[in-house]
């Protein structure tokens, strides 16, 4: 079983833990080459280093081939490329913890990880760039100030809408949770529901959403403190009961939020779903269709979406370390062409770097336009490194709770909050 880009954004609902991107950095043009780490190719006469590199199984077409291309071309060392169907994640763990292959990896940072020196520290090799990559890009991959991936390629989730449908029902694209809610209710009729957001209700990709859309965010304060510890977020929180409760949620689908059929196929007239599947649907629908970021709760909130982004890695137990951190910088700060190539042929996507977004064909206008600017000024990490799996856990279980039985938010919600301190009491005493 393969998995493409959009199963690793399922890091950005309930799922699982960390995602990235963020807020225009105004840089022009591609950076300055960097200086920073200066290991080089061997002497032409030096035997090379053998490096093994691993990716989870992309499942868009050209893409394998693509990274062998990158590692067979790299002059500094032997670069062997894995390609890992099934449970990435779990490999990933288990090789940190026994073995000194992969020697470079993709994944996002955890702290433990960190806490374990299972990763090495990679700031003298994104130091002259640090730049153009956006503060949430960067925080998914770093832990207490220290960076520890290179982002690779951005995705992102973001509102889409049928033009017509709305035009027909007298409804404007919503810009605020209680225009979606009263869109969504307006829209539903004639066999149509309103909103898809998951089988699940919209638990596994809106939470988020929703305490951005309040202003507020998982954790606050340097990760330190509880982010949704506040009036309202069980305010926010409580709109997705009212949506689950209403009738206007699409649920029991064929298939699930990150697949387009449902609003392909005319049973929603919108969908909140990845931005890899704008070709299938202006496939479908030409222009008769929009996207928006998921709106704000009020004045005092502002719209949003998830952004997720797997980084090269190095293993701390490798036993070519330099030579690792050499490649790394190579490809994923050198090689601009080559980045480009990977955020943009193969599926779509947004590239990682803000100088390299201006130079994707396919992202300079329409809806596809509109999402990469979404990315760029209204991006959010969910979670972080420093989320754990108790705290997502019990998060995910009170809005669960909220949105389906119609549970008090404030009381689910102080529940989620203890268990959330108790994990960073636990990592930062």
């Known amino acids: 079983m393969q998995r493409n880009r959009r199963n690793f954004l399922a890091l950005a609902g309930m799922g699982a833990l960390a995602t990235a991107c963020g807020s225009n950095t105004g840089r022009q043009g591609d950076p300055p080459p960097s200086t920073a780490y200066s290991a080089g190719p061997p002497p032409s006469d030096a035997p090379k280093a053998a490096l093994q590199q691993w990716y989870h199984a992309y499942g868009e077409e050209g893409v394998q081939d693509a990274v062998k291309r990158y590692a067979s071309s790299y002059p500094g060392a032997a670069v062997t490329v894995q390609w890992n169907p099934g449970d990435y994640d779990s490999k990933i763990v288990t090789a940190l913890q026994n073995s000194k292959v992969p020697d470079v990896f993709e994944a996002q940072v955890k702290i433990d990880w960190v806490r374990q020196k299972q990763v090495l520290p990679l700031d003298d090799v994104i130091g002259p760039v640090k730049g153009d990559f956006s503060p949430a890009v960067l925080a998914a991959q770093t832990v207490e100030g220290r960076v520890y991936g290179i982002p690779q390629a951005t995705d992102t989730q973001v509102l889409f809408y049928r033009k017509s449908l709305l035009q027909a029902a007298g409804v404007q694209p919503p810009q605020t949770v209680d225009e979606l809610v009263d869109a969504a209710a307006k829209l539903t009729k004639d066999g149509v529901k309103g909103l898809f957001a998951g089988n699940d209700g919209g638990v596994g990709v809106l939470t988020g959403p929703l305490l951005w859309s309040a202003g507020l965010d998982y954790l606050k304060n340097g990760n330190r403190e509880v982010g949704f510890d506040d009036p309202r977020a069980a305010t926010a929180l409580g709109k997705l009961h ?165 549970a008090d938010p404030a009381a689910q919600l102080k529940t989620a909050v203890e268990v959330a301190r108790s994990e960073l009491k636990r990592l930062f005493g």
């Not at 689950?244 to 939020?257: E, F, H, I, Q, R």
């Not at 005319?266 to 998921?294: C, E, H, S, Y």
């Not at 997720?308 to 070519?320: E, L, P, Q, R």
């Open 242 to 406: 009212t949506l689950n409760a209403n009738g206007s949620l699409l649920l029991g689908a064929p298939a699930d939020w990150s697949d387009p059929g449902a609003f392909i196929d005319g049973l929603t007239a919108m969908q909140w779903t990845g931005l890899w599947n704008v070709p299938k649907i202006r496939q479908a629908f030409d222009d008769d269709f929009g996207v928006l970021p998921f709106p704000k709760l009020d004045g005092s909130g502002a719209p949003s979406v998830p952004v997720g982004a797997y980084g090269a890695m190095v293993n701390a137990k490798s036993a070519h370390v330099t030579e690792a951190k050499a490649f790394v910088k190579w490809l994923w700060i050198d090689q601009t062409q080559d980045q480009l190539e990977f955020a943009t042929k193969f599926g779509f996507h947004v590239p990682a770097r803000q100088s390299l977004i201006g130079r994707a064909d396919n992202l300079k206008s329409g809806p596809a336009a509109d999402a990469a600017r979404f990315v760029q000024e209204n991006g959010h990490l969910v979670g972080g490194p420093v989320w754990t799996q108790p705290s997502n856990t019990a998060l995910s279980d009170a809005v669960a709770k909220i949105a389906k039985e119609g």
